[in-house]
């Protein structure tokens, strides 16, 4: 069996950075989305294009929450293996990545 491999904090950080990212970029996109009413002047082709998207704005805000989710463990998991760092000067624990639940989260 191979030997375990350690997983490097920082990569962990990195990842979930780029993730809270992708993560706030959907989000961004969906509210675009949701923005944009075109009237098209037919009721059923109106109501076809309203589901559209508002489909695609739910599938953008659950990418939304799932990035986020995903992005919370990896930053939980690099903390939990970081190597406990003294504090002192130029050190503050908020250095590290927080992931917080960002505006239109939940409904």
Do not use: F, N
Request: charged share 20%; proline share 8%.
């Amino acid at each position: 069996m191979p030997p375990a491999q350690r997983l490097d904090p920082a990569m962990l950080d990195a990842v979930a950075a780029v993730l809270k990212r992708s993560s706030t970029a959907a989000l961004e996109a969906s509210h675009e989305l949701l923005a944009h009413y075109s009237d098209t002047g037919d009721g059923p082709t109106q109501r076809a294009v309203d589901t559209l998207i508002d489909h695609a704005a739910d599938a953008l805000r659950a990418l939304t929450d799932s990035l986020a989710d995903i992005s919370g463990e990896l930053a939980a998991v690099a903390t939990a293996l970081a190597p406990a760092q003294p504090a002192g000067p130029g050190h503050r624990s908020s250095d590290r990545l927080s992931v917080r639940p960002g505006p239109g989260r939940g409904r």
